[in-house]
């Protein structure tokens, strides 16, 4: 014999609707249960909030337009979850199942609890039963698909805890009972509208031949408790696993740093810290803390590390996890130390740098603070900031760090910049040129701008004819600029990121007396770290100025017309094929990436090729961070992994836009170039070789 | 147990050739743009009392002396940022004179006038040498006016039983010596006495530890005579050394080519340098 499905032609679509609680007796035992399990949740929850409200204060709910949009962008929209692709398909596919399913949930409770009988008709057909039935479908999909990568692809980014195994698990149970209790009262029910469920009616009809009505009467009850036991014991779970970023992640979103990674550290007030750096979570801002909760264990951030990928210690998602795990195991001892006591009843802080884990010297000391990791969190954890804290604490109340650090501080403390050893003076690279030094012009203020030529431009030997490069340029056009020579300090950048925040604010408060000396206002430098620090640090110490990138600055003067691209095509360099390195301080720290390339392109003659890792994914030189000062093991140095990727563009230049990234990359092309004659030169050198005039190099 | 150890501000070792111009009338370097540093024989002199009080076990005073400039007191302050804790500054009013006697007057008047103040000093360190005149004699000169036994190239002091063992180094080896206070030694470098950085939170505290200043007059000594210097020492000429680079390329059409007219190149050469 064979099942008709019903009296459907006969039947009216805005009567359709479905019986809550169908078969289902005790339901008041539903509500009952509900009690415990949102009182856990709530406690979860409250728990979290307790912990986050023992951190520092930080102002994150300011600007709350902005705010909204980031979350709607990346929290709602899941703007940089689905940048990778495999997990950016299963994440959608199960997030937007979980918000369909809450939704039908919450349908079903109004119009079961309420006197709004809303789900029936068209609404109920459409939403409740087709769109729910594909959307769990989406949620099984989705599951199956992170299984397959959890369990048989198993890539190293990924952390593999019972935990995260248990939650694929029930959410797939959860799903897969779902569609059994709605197939088999289908199936008993002979429900007119079976078709709008096309997969609990694919249930129905697999069901039917082989089960009597009572059998799948007595299941239906059966896994409709078991469902329901599961769904409400999950959701209790969830504050205290990791689908709590459900709920972190958004609320993590929402009060993420606007101010580009660029801006991202903290300043400090010397006079009255206790304590300078981070050594003890109670130190950290309660956005730090809710960091550590927001964590989904992707593991995206130290898949791009670039110290992780050449095989050094340092990973900062196990950073955030070592620390989360530590907020939460000794939550006790964590609430106490914050009232002074260590909770062990010794009164000592608890270390969160600890040889044991993830948070050692070596792995903080090995950051280049390239903020890879923090564009590629989904959920806008600040990794490098805490690494800087955590460094700070290190290197001004333990004096412990690396030796080239230690080099580099002593030059920068007595010699104002970090090339101990140099043989340069800061105005060596102006011979023959003809330029006007700040102390030495009757005015001052005829310099339209100040080119601020940076300790990386005028000392290190190799960078020399860039700055050269640039001078000429800026001549050519016509800019009437001025040096401060020897009057220039370092920025204070390689301090600042080595975490000597006490000899970084030194150096920026007598910059800025310098440049106020001389009413500076306008500047143009050829150094992405110093060009980060006027733009973003150095309005703290009350210096504001408008600063370029010589890149910026020399494509504004070709847009102008007041430089001439169009000279001889190619110059000296023939027909190159070059590929853009981003600097980390250009790049993603200030959202730089077009100026360079339209230099390039403008530049007769060149092609331009795009390295895999580039714009906001590119990939560091090694030298950020203070890393240029480190001598790095032979086999786990960051440039040449960078250098091997621009050489295999099989481009003929690599061009740069940093003197740093310039050293380094120089060193890394040299040694995998092989036969190929592969350069690496300054966009400001290109352009120079592409229009000026015949020039002698540096002296 | 009371160390004093002394100070010299030298120009920086480190400055680029161009920076550097000698002033050859006056005799002495003109530091121009270039900056100022601590002598490093002195900063690890600094370094091997700090080891020496860690390892008496704190009870240790050290005091930093310098016969400097003004910009002499950002040597005292880092000294007392390394966690010496007072300085003293004898003011010199511009005078590079490297006469090591006319220093040593100086700087034993200074040490006895701290000594009536604050009782003897068990160990005066000084450095082995400066990186500016490299002349190597205040140490020796200082110990006689002061009428102590003197060590050279001593590179760590350890606390015995009311004495203090010396390792210093010779040309044949350590040589390790027991010294009964007072003694004065001079202090070389070693791997261990590398001068270590200072905590941030010491360094502020240094601006609030004592520095005592003093006037040649406060030590009753002539600044003329002290200017003039002794007769032991003078200066006949200075000047930068012409670095001279001559270089050569050996050729040849072959690499055995190339390598034998390279070594008959070296004979040659090494012949004529006799
Ligand atoms: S800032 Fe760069 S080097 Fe530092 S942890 Fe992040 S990705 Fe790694
Ligand atoms: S910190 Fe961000 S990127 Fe790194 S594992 Fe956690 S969620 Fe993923």
Redesign the interface.
């Known amino acids: 014999m064979f099942r008709v499905g019903g009296t459907v032609p006969f039947m009216d679509p805005t009567q359709a609707t479905r019986e809550v609680f169908w078969n289902i007796e005790y339901t008041w035992l539903v509500y009952v249960l509900m009690v415990p399990t949102l009182a856990v949740f709530g406690w979860g929850f409250w728990l979290k909030i307790r912990r986050w409200r023992h951190g520092q204060a930080a102002i994150r709910f300011d600007r709350p337009g902005e705010r909204l949009q980031l979350f709607l962008r990346n929290a709602v929209g899941q703007g940089r979850t689905i940048k990778s692709r495999y997990a950016g398909v299963f994440h959608t596919l199960v997030y937007t199942g979980f918000i369909v399913l809450f939704l039908a949930t919450t349908v079903v409770a109004i119009h079961h609890d309420t006197p709004l009988h809303i789900m029936k008709g068209h609404f109920y057909l459409i939403f409740q039963s087709l769109i729910v039935d594909v959307f769990g479908l989406f949620v099984l999909v989705g599951v199956a698909l992170a299984a397959i990568r959890r369990w048989i692809s198993k890539p190293k980014l990924l952390v593999y805890t019972d935990e995260a195994s248990w939650i694929l698990v029930t959410i797939f149970v959860m799903a897969l009972t779902g569609f059994m209790i709605e197939g088999w009262r289908i199936a008993v029910t002979d429900d007119p509208w079976a078709a709008w469920s096309p997969i609990g009616n694919l249930f129905a009809l697999a069901s039917d031949p082989l089960m009597s009505d009572a059998a799948m009467q007595t299941g239906h009850v059966a896994i409709w408790w078991f469902h329901l036991v599961v769904a409400f014991g999950w959701i209790a779970w969830v504050p205290f696993s990791k689908m709590s970023h459900v709920f972190t992640a958004p609320l993590n979103i929402f009060t993420a740093n606007l101010d580009g990674y660029g801006g991202s550290l903290k300043t400090i007030d010397f006079e009255s810290a206790e304590r300078f750096g981070i050594n003890h979570l109670g130190d950290f801002t309660w956005k730090d803390l809710l960091d550590f909760d927001a964590c989904t264990e992707c593991g995206r951030c130290t898949d791009v590390c670039p110290a992780n990928t050449v095989g050094k210690s340092l990973s900062p998602r196990d950073i955030i996890l070592d620390l989360q795990a530590l907020m939460h195991k000794r939550g006790d001892e964590f609430l106490g130390a914050v009232n002074g006591d260590g909770g062990n009843g010794s009164g000592e802080l608890l270390p969160i740098i600890d040889q044991k884990t993830a948070v050692s010297p070596e792995a903080l000391f090995a950051c280049t603070t390239c903020a890879a990791c923090m564009e590629a969190c989904p959920v806008h954890i600040e990794q490098m900031p805490k690494i800087v804290d955590a460094r700070r604490y290190l290197v001004m109340e333990e004096a412990d760090f690396p030796e080239g650090m230690m080099d580099m501080m002593n030059s920068l403390e007595s010699r104002q910049h970090p090339f101990a050893g140099t043989q340069f003076s800061r105005v060596d690279w102006t011979e023959g040129l003809d330029i006007d030094v700040m102390a030495e012009m009757d005015d001052p203020h005829e310099a339209e701008v100040l080119m601020w030529v940076g300790c990386g431009g005028a000392l290190v030997e190799r960078n020399r004819n860039t700055v050269r490069a640039t001078a000429k340029l800026l001549q050519k056009a016509g800019v009437k600029f001025a040096i401060l020579g020897r009057e220039e300090s370092c920025t204070g950048d390689p301090a600042r990121r080595v975490g000597n925040e006490f000899l970084f604010e030194m150096l920026a408060k007598g910059n800025v007396e310098t440049l106020q000396r001389y009413g500076v206002r306008k500047m143009v430098t050829s150094c992405p770290h110093c060009f980060n620090s006027f733009r973003n640090e150095y309005p703290h110490f009350g210096g504001s100025y408008e600063v370029y990138h010589h890149t910026q600055f020399l494509d504004q003067l070709l847009e102008s017309g007041r430089l001439d691209g169009n000279g001889a095509p190619g110059g000296s360099n023939g027909s190159p094929t070059v590929t853009f390195h981003d600097p980390c301080y250009l790049g993603r720290h200030n959202g730089e990436y077009e100026a360079p390339r339209n230099l390039l392109a403008k530049m007769g003659g060149t092609r331009q090729v795009e390295m895999q890792r580039s714009r906001n994914t590119s990939f560091c030189c090694g030298g950020g961070g203070g890393m240029a000062f480190v001598d790095e093991p032979p086999d786990q140095r960051v440039n040449q992994e960078r250098a091997q990727e621009a050489v295999d563009t099989g481009a003929d230049v690599v061009a740069v836009g940093c003197p740093f990234c310039a050293t380094m990359l120089d060193d890394g092309v040299n040694a995998r170039r092989g036969d190929r004659d592969v350069k690496v030169k300054d966009v400001a050198e290109l352009l120079w070789d592409t229009i000026g005039e015949a020039d002698q190099a540096a002296p | 147990m009371k160390v004093l150890v002394c100070l010299k501000q030298i120009l920086?070792p480190?400055v680029?050739?161009?920076?550097f111009q000698i002033d050859s009338a006056a005799k002495a370097a003109r530091r121009g743009?270039a900056?100022l540093?601590t002598n490093i024989f002195c900063e690890n002199a600094v370094e091997t009392a700090l080891q020496f009080r860690e390892a008496a076990g704190g009870d240790v005073k050290i005091t930093a002396l310098c016969y400097g400039e003004s910009s002499a007191e950002d040597c005292l302050r880092k000294a007392m940022a390394m966690t010496v804790d007072e300085a003293c500054l004898v003011e010199r009013d511009g005078n590079t004179n490297p006469d090591a006697e006319a220093v040593g007057r100086v700087l034993a008047a200074a040490i006895q006038r701290l000594e009536q103040d604050g009782g003897p000093f068990d160990a005066v360190l000084v450095g082995r040498e400066s990186g500016d005149w490299g002349v190597g004699q205040t140490g020796g000169l200082l110990a006689e006016e002061l009428g102590r036994p003197a060590l050279g190239f001593v590179e760590s002091l350890q606390p015995g039983n009311g004495s203090v063992t010396l390792r210093r180094q010779t040309d044949v080896g350590i040589e390790v010596a027991e010294a009964e206070p007072p003694f004065l030694v001079t202090i070389t470098n070693n791997e261990d006495n590398v001068p270590?950085?200072?905590?941030?939170?010491d360094?502020?505290m240094s601006y609030r530890k004592p520095l005592q200043k003093l006037s040649l007059a406060d030590l009753e000594l002539d600044s003329e005579e002290i200017r003039t210097g002794s007769s032991i020492f003078e200066v006949d000429e200075i000047f930068i050394p012409a670095d001279e680079v001559e270089c050569e390329l050996a050729e040849g059409d072959t690499l055995d080519e190339r390598v034998d007219q390279l070594a008959r190149r070296i004979h040659e050469v090494v012949a004529s340098i006799g």
């Open positions: 920086d480190d680029p050739a161009r920076d743009g900056n540093v270590r950085i200072p905590k941030t939170r360094v502020m």
